[in-house]
């Protein structure tokens, strides 16, 4: 994602345009703080985004995913484990 200042953004619209169709995702500030992104309409850059942040991390430990799959299963299971205490 880049950033860019309102000004340069008026300047250079059809340029960022088209980065915009080739993926690219810009920040647009007015006075050092962040007021608009532009971003393709049809974009799944969250998910893609996501994905290559994950991709990047190493495998889950053994103990980690034992760990989420007994939560997986305390929080979808039907009685309330609460209950009988």
Do not use: N, Q
Not at 23 to 34: L, M, P
Not at 64 to 83: H, K
């Amino acid at each position: 994602m880049r950033t860019v200042t309102a000004t340069h953004a008026s300047r250079h619209l059809p340029g960022m345009l088209d980065a915009v169709a080739h993926g690219e995702t810009f920040t647009i500030t007015r006075s050092g703080r962040a007021v608009a992104e532009v971003r393709s309409a049809g974009s799944t850059s969250t998910a893609g985004a996501l994905r290559r942040a994950l991709a990047g991390l190493p495998p889950l430990d053994d103990h980690l995913e034992a760990d989420i799959g007994t939560a997986t299963r305390l929080l979808t299971r039907d009685s309330v484990p609460w209950r009988d205490a």
